[in-house]
């Protein structure tokens, strides 16, 4: 989905929709606190009389509240498994003999198992828990704090879209004239006039029109200051499917309409070209491939989004300008990458966008650094948001697959940077995602076992093993897990940085000189569009 924020100009009845919004906002919370009354009819013609809601103001607010609590359940029940985790940990280390060391591990885990059960018997706090903290105490900068509370506490008037209404019930769109109108009843008709905005005039003006002709529902959210219009981005391309076009259909005329819509994405692509790309925090692989006749990988484009300038430890408090200007800089670039890289997709005319499904489970330690990396900087919901809305946009399929071991696969049988290695061992595992009986691994050749031979030899050699056939008599690993688990143990190196690359053809900055993105480009085993 698809969210625009446009800043309002002004608004014919201001005083009616502050009303409605404080009525909303202590309905939302009423119905949250009681959700169990759901379906209990007293309380529902309660709430009616009480708020002064109607039936579509009833189904938005249910709609909202159910997506809110399902969020609250989701944090509460990964707290828990953590919880149980920490529960676990803690019996396992009493269990054995106590040292110094597993005495300090007691008393950390202790810690974290008292945090997370503290965290997990609060419930959410609407108008936020610091400012709730600061009105309880009533300091000096009470009344401040408590104005400050109950604003945050109000909440945008929200009304779901639907197909039938033209999109909405409530509101319509008038982007020639930059109008909203807001029509709570016969009797109460608002007129919303917005500040123009140019760079979305476009899309706006092609929901404005699907929304008339009944072809796509489109959410609103209102209050005093803004006016959220929500979509379904693939429908700015026509690759939208609703309820309505299923309703009531058998499975064949389903199955005939999915199919439809797949040759309509695949009209202006080659359907044996994928995009491959390698996620971490300081690093793009990109590449993108052919899928040849006999399955094999054939190159068209390979390249590197350095993001490690971003990344940088200023040793300053989050509240400070700077590093809210860094944290902001290196969202808006994140933003601008993904971008770029769907800019390449479309012109290469890819159809498959090759990911990897990387789920970490919150009790997993990386270290200090690492974690600092991967649980701060990375920002991969706002990566896989990004990726899906442009998949979403530009009609690209998109597959998640499985990355074990993919950068070392992927710099034993690729001469590339590390990153572009690995993408191009994501983009061959896309290839074969849906090929039954397919493996995840690729066969280990005989160049694969003389590569990974010559970099344990070079760098573990001894008196005992002057070659490398005198190694391959003690060492004999059979499988690619095995082979890794051989490096992990002797600490070999196997991933190429940028400077051992002798095929880089240019390094250039992302867009301008101001972005501290820079960008490697590198030579293609065979170079064609």
Partial sequence: MLTYKLKIKSISDSAYVQRKQINYSYAFRKLYKNFDKLTDPTFKNWMWE???????????????????????????????????????????????????SSEIKICKLAKSLKRNKRMLSKDIVFGGRKLLVKVSKKDKDYLEAKEEYSKCRLRPIYSAGECNPKGNRKFKLDIENWMINYNQNRKTNISVEVFPAKNWQENLLKVQELACNKKIPVHFKLDLDYIWITFDESALKGY?????????????HKQEVYRNMDFEKAHDKLSNRFCGVDLNPENIGLSICDKGTNGELIQIYKECIDLAELNKNLGLPSEDGRQIHQNNKRKHEICESWKYVFELCKHYKVSNFVVEDLNFSEDKKFGKTANRKIRNFWHRNLTTNLITKHCNILGIKMLSINPA????????????????????????????????????????????????SNLVFDQVRDDECQSIDDLTEVIRPTTWSEWYYLFYKLRIK???????ISHLTSTRFFRSSRSKIEISGFRETRAFV
């Fill in 50 to 100: 009480e708020f002064e809601l109607d039936s579509w103001d009833w189904s938005s607010l249910r709609e909202e509240v159910k997506v809110v609590k399902s969020q609250e359940n989701t944090r509460k029940a990964k707290i828990l498994k953590k919880i149980l985790g920490l529960e676990e940990a803690l019996e396992l280390i009493k269990s054995k003999k106590q040292t110094k």
């Fill in 240 to 252: 939208y499917i609703g309820k309505k076009d299923m309703y009531g259909k058998n499975k064949d």
């Fill in 405 to 452: 071991y993919s950068s070392f696969i992927g710099n034993i049988q690729h001469s590339d940077f590390d990153p572009v290695s690995a993408s191009l061992e994501i983009c061959r595992r896309g290839f074969n995602k849906y090929i039954k009986g397919s493996i995840l691994y690729p066969e280990i050749t005989k160049k694969d076992v003389i590569t990974m």
């Fill in 494 to 500: 196997f991933r190429r940085q940028l400077s051992d």
